[in-house]
């Protein structure tokens, strides 16, 4: 039943974050033609940054798998399941307003309450990365287009892998404060601060957010081992993190 | 007051708890015997909280040790087997606001192989909880039935209770005060609870342990402790001397005019010999009430 609790606590998160992204891969997919039709009037001479991007999300767009790499993957999916994740990682974990001393008076571990709690999320997360990623080569045929499943599944592992970094982050301090906001603001303080460093790192094998779009494999058709193995133990050292400071924490 | 009860269900020795450089506990004995109902007394702030998180795993110990059934609090493994031997309802009455009665019943079941069916229908309809209504909706009365509810149907060995009349009316405090005497009468069980009132205390503990400022002052069985317990007036024809009592057990003095006074908690008999020797006009014993014993038990700062 600790499953049920950690489902009730997480649902309403998980369905609004699903139905979010079910519309925005949706949304994706259906605009390509309206894209291709807007692609001719991109101004070939702006300068500057911005011009720099600009030219790069035409260039991707004029394919359409460059287009669903730019504007799903690495845009819409990532920032997303970003916030998701942390949302995910934070929900009402033995807050002190939730029930924690009730929870606490149960005859479970503490290692099992973390466990259950990581599952769950996890789990979420997973259907997060994988299931909206999937309406893109369901509705591909919509559009006179065709996308890779084989693809769609690896960007999707990459997402789920990089993002599991945030939803530990947010595990993990969430089992360090007994309220439920601390946690999240400052989860998203790190998730925003690292999504401005990625501005600024050359190689993609540092950035999480680069990783998280599968930008490796989006331009070399490479997985990106060295990147998924970092964020894996990344991910599962916060989650160690989490269980052995929640083994300690006094309530 | 010295005790040595057998087998204790729940027994401190030394027991220190420090919070960010201030001391909670501060070297508590508590020894409470299987089956009694030991009311478990102080002040706020006293440690009575800090105490009950301890025996339950919530919080560790900074030092000394606690146990419970003869397990040791501390341990994860042992203090998981507390838990499941133990019914617990906390100040708060803290219980899942997002779920209906129903789901708390069935969630909270599911941890307790000995989970009794029985009660979980009687106490449903005793307590005219609505199945279906989620606890956010429920006042603090329901709540703290429903917490009663979930704590009784463990099939408990030990129950214990955080102040479990707080913020209650006194007619639904009574009605969870005669819940809980029914119950512990029907099933053998220990109960610890904790309260500052004395009244509710006096009404169903057959033991009290009194603590302030993290340490046990009074502990035994109520009986006892209201017989050792007792006021010494003695009237002299002008002032009361200023005198010392070497009497064992000797809590306070008071001189205020011609009344000397003397609470003592080791009984009158040395109290009234020590104050035949000053020559009162008279003496008298009077026995203190269970109030009187816990302002008399507490330090000076009161």
């Known amino acids: 039943m600790l499953w049920y609790k950690s489902w009730l606590e997480t649902r309403w998160r998980f369905l609004i974050g699903l139905a979010l992204l079910l519309c925005s891969a949706a949304g994706a997919v259906l605009s390509y033609p309206q894209v291709l039709k807007l692609l001719p009037q991109v101004p070939p001479n702006v300068d500057g940054l911005l011009g720099v991007k600009i030219r790069e999300a035409a260039d991707l767009a004029r394919s359409y798998r460059g287009f669903v790499w730019s504007s799903w993957f690495r845009q819409n999916l990532t920032q997303a399941a970003s916030l998701f994740a942390v949302l995910l990682g934070t929900a009402s974990f033995l807050s002190l307003e939730g029930g924690a001393l009730f929870t606490l008076s149960l005859p479970v571990s503490r290692r099992r309450l973390v466990g259950v709690r990581a599952a769950t999320g996890l789990a979420e997360l997973f259907v997060l990365a994988f299931v909206p990623s999937l309406l893109i080569p369901l509705l591909s045929p919509s559009v006179g287009e065709r996308y890779a499943l084989g693809s769609t599944l690896i960007h999707s592992a990459c997402l789920f892998i990089a993002a599991s970094v945030l939803f530990a982050l947010a595990l993990l301090l969430s089992t360090v404060f007994g309220d439920v906001w601390r946690p999240l603001l400052i989860a998203l303080a790190v998730a925003f601060a690292l999504a401005v460093a990625d501005q600024f790192l050359r190689s993609p094998a540092f950035s999480l957010y680069r990783l998280m779009s599968g930008e490796t494999y989006f331009r070399t058709g490479r997985l990106p081992w060295g990147g998924l193995l970092a964020a894996t133990a990344v991910s599962v050292s916060l989650h160690a993190a989490a269980i052995a400071r929640l083994t300690r924490r006094d309530f | ?302």
């Open chain 2, 1 to 302: 007051m010295a005790e040595q009860p057998e087998q204790p269900i729940i027994a401190t020795t030394a027991l220190r708890k420090s919070y960010d450089g201030v001391e909670a506990l501060r070297g508590l004995d508590l020894h409470v015997p299987a089956g009694s109902i030991c009311g478990f007394l102080g002040r706020n702030g006293a440690g009575k909280t800090t105490t009950i998180k301890i025996l339950l795993g919530m919080a560790r110990p900074t030092q000394g040790e606690a146990r419970v059934f003869g397990l040791p609090a501390h341990l994860p493994q042992t203090s998981t087997e507390i838990r499941l031997r133990t019914g617990f309802v906390g100040e708060e009455k803290d219980l899942y606001r997002y779920m209906t009665v129903a789901e708390m019943v069935r969630f909270t079941a599911s941890f307790y192989p000995r989970w009794r069916r029985d009660l979980e229908q009687r106490y449903l309809r005793r307590f005219e909880l609505p199945a279906e209504r989620k606890v956010k909706a429920l006042s603090r009365g329901m709540r703290t039935k429903l917490a009663l509810l979930l704590a009784f149907c463990r099939g408990a060995e030990l129950l214990i209770l955080d102040e479990p009349t707080a913020g209650l009316d006194p007619a639904v405090a009574e009605d969870v005060l005669q819940a809980l005497v029914t119950h512990v009468g029907a099933e053998a069980m220990t109960v610890f609870f904790s309260s500052h009132h004395i009244a509710e205390v006096e009404q169903i503990a057959d033991r009290i342990i009194i603590i302030d400022h993290g340490r046990s002052v009074v502990a035994g069985e109520l009986d006892d402790v209201r017989q050792a317990f007792c006021r010494v007036e003695m009237v002299f024809d002008g002032d009361a001397p200023a005198a010392v009592f070497r009497a064992p057990g000797v809590a306070r003095v008071r001189r205020s005019g011609r009344v000397l006074t003397v609470v003592s908690g080791g009984g009158a008999e040395e109290v009234v010999s020590e104050a035949q020797a000053l020559h009162p006009k008279s003496i008298e014993v009077v026995p203190l009430t269970l109030k009187e014993i816990f302002l008399a038990s507490l330090a000076e700062e009161v």
